[in-house]
């Protein structure tokens, strides 16, 4: 390329022309390619601008009456949606389960369970089977801030069965009491 086509960025016609021209394999021309442009290199041109104006559905569309008559022979109406077969758009009903409200006592009850439970994990964790009473009491007076709560909740694990109390000592696993008990 010369210096002169870089510096104003386009080639001349000529040069482009020649070019493509070497890269071109001709085709045999068909012989329709004759009559619609006697100079082309081979594509059939009236194919690409004549074909879709030409064609009979075009030239014929029904007006007026007859555009209602080719409807209706068609046959419209029975290809359409039908939406009175449809059944109403049911809502979805969003029901809230209310929870149960509870009362004071029934709130005491879980928080002595879960207090218990604590305790019970407590003792356990001593590792021992037995203890003896003064330090079961000192425990359970540990997990709770008031003294007087822990005495009775001692009380109330006995009675529950949670521990066994025999004179001085607690045993802290009276499932392994009872099963002693009976294979003797």
Known sequence: MSSQALTRCRT???????????????????????????????????????????SPAI???????NLMETLR??????????LEGLSPHLEEKTTVQEV?????????????????????????ETGKNWIPYSNFIRICEECFSDPKLGLESAK??????????????????????ALQLFRN
Request: aromatic share 2%.
């Open 12 to 54: 001349s016609s000529s040069t482009a022309h020649n070019r493509v021209l070497q890269n071109v394999t001709t085709m045999v021309p068909d012989q329709g390619d004759f009559k619609a442009n006697v100079n082309s290199n081979g594509m059939c041109r009236r194919f690409l601008h004549e074909g879709a104006m030409h």
């Open 59 to 65: 030239r014929k569309l029904p007006m007026g009456e």
């Open 73 to 82: 022979g068609i046959g419209t109406s029975k290809d359409r949606i039908r």
């Open 100 to 124: 149960a409200a509870l009362s004071n006592q029934e709130a005491e009850k879980l928080l002595r369970v879960a207090l218990l439970e604590v305790m019970k994990t407590r003792l356990r």
């Open 156 to 177: 109330l694990l006995e009675e529950s069965g949670g521990v066994i109390v025999l004179g001085n000592l607690v045993f802290l696993r009276p499932e392994q009491v």
